[in-house]
């Protein structure tokens, strides 16, 4: 116990459950699926009224605008909700990022909507762990940090779409990233307290498929099967799977009456390349497989969609960054290990920007993006410490040294 100085015990030792509880059950209570924009709203208010509490500016920032292939294969807008950014001491040198998202996978007619108690420390609920009890515990460790005469900047960025990639928010998130020393993401950790390492990047595609339609007994001969196309180009795209990149064909929509050659297929699929490498294999395996599909069966293709989480390798900076949150944790009596993943988050857009990142901040818990989700009660105060005690230290050491 003797691992913290008296200065940083003071500024632990305040920290209390009680109020991070409340925001987490307030917060969880609130549906904010990424496509309700009115739940979403909602959310955004209740959190520009709680992180007011810090000493900087708190905006709401529009969603970028973006577009998305609809069931006749015409790009449609679709509304995202707005995500809310807090600076605090701008203009100190020492500044650092710290993000999490408001949205949940779960949409607001989804069966999941409410918490419940299945023993003393775990709560089970809706975005408990995913993470509005990681956004109730970075507040609660941000206003212990503040009572410390601070010097370290930060900007607090909360968006409303991560869980469907972050379309409309990666220009953001890149523009903050700028300058900053080290960003802390506040996604879960797992029950364990292990933390996220390495994690693959990730990008989810359309191939919209035209062909001709014909009469499936007069003259199918003249027709161009879009359907069957956008099946072998899925076979194709699948064939080239290899170690450290997944490929996963996941729908097709289109075809036509049982009567009609069918002249519109759209192919959805997902690509996860572990390297900016294998990124670039995999960006030049689709373009093959579409300029061999388009000419074995006479249709055009557009590809729509890119690797939008870019891969994120482990870099000196991020070694350091968790050498330091390891210690932190270590003198909290909290241990702490880490290890590779196959999920994305923000974490991988703030690497990309070569940003030393560690992005599993949040609150301890399990089951994310099902209906079993729960976080552990004891870890939203002692996560918490956490993130003082981190912010504590990168105010005062260097991550390179
Ligand atoms: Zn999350």
Not at 33 to 58: K, Q, S
Request: glycine share 10%; proline share 7%; net charge negative.
């Amino acid at each position: 116990m003797t691992a913290l100085s008296p200065e940083e015990q003071a500024l632990v030792d305040p920290i209390d459950r009680a109020p991070i509880l409340g925001h987490t059950l307030e917060w969880a209570a609130v549906n904010s699926g990424t496509a309700n924009l009115a739940g979403l709203a909602d959310m955004a208010g209740r959190l520009a009224d709680a992180f007011a509490a810090l000493p900087g500016e708190v905006r709401l920032v529009d969603p970028a605008p973006i577009e998305k292939v609809d069931r006749e294969g015409t790009l449609r807008p679709v509304g995202h909700g707005r995500h809310l950014v807090v600076s605090v001491r701008p203009h100190a040198p020492r500044r650092v990022l710290l993000t999490g998202h408001m949205d949940t996978v779960y949409a607001a007619d989804h069966p999941f909507q409410t918490c419940d108690w299945p023993d003393a420390d775990t709560l089970h609920g809706p975005g408990t762990a995913d993470m509005k009890g990681g956004l109730a515990l970075m507040l609660a460790g941000l206003l212990a940090y503040e009572q410390s005469q601070p010097a370290l900047g930060y900007d607090v960025m909360i968006n409303s779409d991560e869980e469907t990639g972050s379309l409309s928010s990666a220009a953001l998130i890149a523009s903050l990233a700028q300058g900053k020393l080290a960003a802390l993401t506040y996604e879960p950790a797992l029950p364990d307290g292990a933390m996220a390492r390495a994690r693959p990047g990730s990008g989810n595609y359309a191939a919209v498929v035209r062909g001709r339609s014909a009469h499936a007994g007069r003259n199918p001969e003249d027709g161009r099967n879009a359907l069957l196309a956008a099946a072998d180009l899925g076979l194709r795209l699948a064939a080239g799977r290899r170690a450290g990149l997944s490929v996963n064909p996941a729908r097709i929509e289109g075809g036509a009456p049982n009567n009609t050659v069918p002249d519109l297929a759209i192919l959805h699929f997902n690509l996860r390349p572990a390297t900016p490498e294998l990124a670039e294999t995999a960006q030049a395996m689709v373009t093959e497989a579409i300029a061999a599909v388009s000419a074995a069966h006479e249709v055009t293709i557009h590809l729509h969609g890119h690797v939008s989480r870019p891969p994120k390798p482990i870099t000196p900076g991020t070694k350091a960054l968790f050498g330091l949150a390891r210690k932190a944790a270590d003198d909290l009596g909290q241990p702490m290990h880490w290890k590779d993943t196959g999920g994305v988050c923000d974490g991988n857009n703030i690497a990309a920007c070569g940003i030393p990142v560690l992005d599993t901040m949040g609150a301890l818990g399990g089951a994310i993006h099902s209906p079993d989700e729960f976080l552990l009660a004891s870890s939203l105060d002692a996560r918490a410490r956490l993130t003082a005690l981190v912010m504590h230290r990168l105010e005062r050491q260097n991550l390179s040294a």
